[in-house]
């Protein structure tokens, strides 16, 4: 299931990097003489927010792929990678694959999008029948050079046959910020990270849309927050950055998360027995979670891996909500595999992939685009 990612544009608020730190509290003084026993000790050493685990480099990616975005992990153990090249337009928006074996492919040089000419292939996720659900995310396609293009980004279907893309049918019109495509149980599920441009001091609304697999040709309702496939609203209160709703996973109860990018928060949305959302509310937040990008639940480790594009790491979310960092990397260029603003994670074994979109955002760890382009993995014990 894809999980994806954002970039924006404005000006970030710059917020120092706090490391959490465990505050043992004053014991009486017979306690402190008192030998301590080892779950003492083993709480008192333990830093969520010290990296456990180094990223190393899985592919240096090509010229033509400048801007590496959302992936879909096939059953076959290949992954279709979202290329929009955002950073440098002068590629063209691909879909690459990178087999089992992590060779490189040239998967699908995208057509264009009927509105600005050029597609932005951000969220991507395989259907049960094969094909691929895209987001076509045009917010930063204003043929007029302006900074958002709002109500053109859309929800596509790639026909794939014998393995090999098709064409590309529309499936939604109408979004501002179509972002990440999960789906379950013949739903498709896309989140829009700005529901509405902000016109004064309100928190900022963005959202999850969700639509019956095989429904095609929806144009949504403008206002956005006025179409009956919108099943859940989130608010974002960073004031300087007007990005909400991004990665969103199932686990494997099905309840839905959703990461809000400017927050740094990760929400849960659980569901009734008819499919009717019961209840949606912030279910993780750390001080050292600076922001909440692609997102990816493994049964295997019971985790929600986490792309936090500010911080310039991977975190962990364990299902009771506790945030834990994974890897962490200071502003680099991306050799050898070291981080480089990751906006999208999946894993497949026992290995984390990671996206590094390498687009600065003001805040943030990353300060340059810069070569190489590359995509990292993160080995699990
Ligand atoms: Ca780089
Ligand atoms: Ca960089």
């Given amino acids: 299931m894809s999980h994806r990612r954002t970039r924006w544009i404005g000006c970030w608020c710059s917020v120092a990097l706090v490391a959490s730190l465990v505050v043992l509290c004053a ?31 899985l592919v240096e990616l090509p010229e033509s792929c400048n801007t590496p975005d959302g992936m879909a992990l096939l059953p076959s153990g290949d992954i279709i990678l979202s290329v929009p090249n955002f950073n440098d337009k002068k590629a063209p928006p691909l879909l690459m694959k990178i087999t089992k074996d992590n060779k490189l492919e040239e998967f699908y040089r995208l057509p264009k999008n009927p509105d600005t000419g050029r597609m932005g292939p951000m969220g991507i996720v395989a259907a049960p029948s094969g094909d691929l659900y895209l987001a076509d995310n ?142 949606n509310r912030i279910f993780a937040k750390a001080a050292f979670m600076k922001s909440c990008d692609g997102i990816w639940y493994d049964a295997r480790t019971k985790k929600i891996y986490v792309a936090d594009s500010l911080a310039n790491a991977v975190q962990m979310v364990s299902l009771d909500g506790k945030v834990q960092t994974l890897a962490q990397d200071p502003n680099n260029d991306g050799s050898n595999g070291r981080l480089d603003q990751p906006c999208e994670v999946l894993v497949r074994g026992n290995e984390v992939i990671v996206s590094n979109m390498d687009f600065p955002v003001p805040g943030g760890v990353n300060k340059t685009f810069d070569k190489p382009w590359t995509m990292s993995v993160i080995k699990l014990d």
């Fill in 138 to 279: 045009q917010i930063f396609h204003d043929p007029d050079g302006k900074p958002m293009l709002y109500g053109k980004s859309r929800l596509v279907r790639i026909v794939v046959k014998d393995g090999k893309p098709v064409e590309v049918v529309p499936v939604v019109t109408g979004f501002n910020v179509s972002n990440a495509v999960v789906i379950r149980d013949g739903y498709v599920y896309v989140s829009e990270t700005i529901l509405a441009p902000k016109t004064g001091d309100e928190p900022l609304a963005s959202g999850v849309f969700r639509f019956k697999l095989g429904e095609e040709g929806i144009a949504l309702k403008q206002p956005l927050k006025d179409d009956p496939h919108l099943i859940a609203t989130l608010l974002t209160y960073n004031k300087e950055v007007p990005f909400g709703a991004d990665g969103m996973t199932f686990d494997a109860q099905g309840n839905l998360y959703v990461g809000n990018f400017a927050d740094g928060t990760m929400h849960k949305i659980e569901f009734g027995a008819d499919g009717k959302v019961v209840s």
């Fill in 27 to 57: 014991r009486p003084a017979d306690a402190q003489r008192r030998p301590k026993r080892p779950r003492d000790r083993a709480a008192s050493v333990a830093d969520p927010s010290k990296p456990t685990k180094q990223a190393q480099l």
